[in-house]
């Protein structure tokens, strides 16, 4: 049976292909604004994940199915190479798309994700959506009701309420798959990397305030990533792109034009 192709927002016709991958229970609407600006230089294309978004649901959701969406997907559209930018999970994505197709990859941008296996850490995250009783609600202001009781966050619950959508039989429902993203969720985090090295030119983007890339994981980006650059990016956490766009922008922009 012939595999889906990822949806995607292409913006832009510039000669060179960017193609930019959002983090676990994002989409690539959360990405329109860098889009936009990405897309004055590049071809830019906001890539829904499978399970994610827009792109088709699947009980297959191992990072190495996900490194051939992306192949896939390279394919349909007939880009021979593209620059590359994950953030988060998204990252973990493109490290392992980065060692299985180097060839196709110029330069590679990953947004606070270490090529190394995490602690699972969204379990409140978890809970929280699995409360939610879509048989009873009426608006996302309930689904919003719900998720505070667990997530203190607003900037965390607001990026959760954008997954929420009117489906075909007229409730709400979320657009990313979470049965299949719960199943799952260790081998999305907790799994090493795969062996090799990709010594393209790279950049690992962290948030100054975030703990994703730690000094010592320095010594194992440069080890798998030998080209690669590490950039602080100020006062920004793990969403450094949303908190911190400007300084996120100009620091891919100056990596891509050297």
């Known amino acids: 049976m012939e595999q889906p192709i990822l949806h995607s927002k292409i913006i832009g016709t510039g000669e060179k292909h960017l193609l930019v991958f959002h983090g676990l229970f994002g989409q690539l609407d959360n990405w329109n604004t860098h889009g936009r600006q990405f897309g004055e230089i590049y071809t830019t294309h906001l890539i829904d994940l499978r399970n994610h978004g827009r792109s088709f649901h699947s009980d297959d959701a191992t990072i190495a199915e996900m490194v051939e969406d992306v192949a896939r997907y390279m394919?349909?559209?007939?880009?021979?190479?593209?620059?590359?930018?994950?953030?988060?999970?998204?990252?973990?994505?493109?490290?392992?798309?980065?060692?299985?197709?180097?060839?196709?990859?110029?330069?590679?941008?990953?947004?606070?994700?270490?090529?190394?296996?995490?602690?699972?850490?969204?379990?409140?995250?978890?809970?929280?959506?699995?409360?939610?009783?879509f048989s009873t609600v009426t608006s996302r202001k309930d689904v919003e009701e719900t998720l505070s009781q667990y997530i203190p966050e607003a900037g965390v619950r607001q990026f959760l309420l954008k997954n929420v959508?009117?489906?075909?039989?007229?409730?709400?429902?979320?657009?990313?798959?979470?049965?299949?993203?719960?199943?799952?969720y260790e081998d999305?985090?907790?799994?090493?990397?795969?062996?090799?090295?990709?010594?393209g030119p790279t950049l690992f983007l962290k948030g100054a305030k975030s703990n994703y890339i730690l000094q010592e994981d320095e010594f194992i980006i440069k080890q798998r990533f030998p080209k690669a650059e590490v950039v602080a990016?100020?006062?920004?956490?793990?969403?450094?792109?949303?908190?911190?766009?400007?300084?996120f922008i100009e620091a891919i922009l100056t990596f891509l034009e050297k």
């Not at 075909?168 to 657009?175: A, K, L, T, V």
């Open 75 to 133: 394919d349909f559209h007939q880009i021979e190479k593209a620059h590359i930018l994950g953030h988060s999970l998204g990252g973990r994505v493109v490290m392992d798309f980065a060692m299985t197709y180097p060839d196709k990859v110029d330069h590679l941008i990953v947004a606070d994700m270490a090529p190394k296996a995490y602690q699972p850490h969204h379990n409140a995250i978890f809970k929280a959506l699995c409360s939610v009783d």
């Open 165 to 184: 959508y009117h489906a075909e039989n007229g409730g709400y429902d979320f657009r990313f798959n979470l049965p299949v993203l719960q199943n799952h």
């Open 188 to 199: 999305l985090v907790g799994k090493d990397l795969l062996n090799g090295i990709f010594d």
């Open 233 to 247: 990016i100020a006062n920004a956490g793990h969403w450094l792109h949303a908190e911190n766009p400007k300084d």
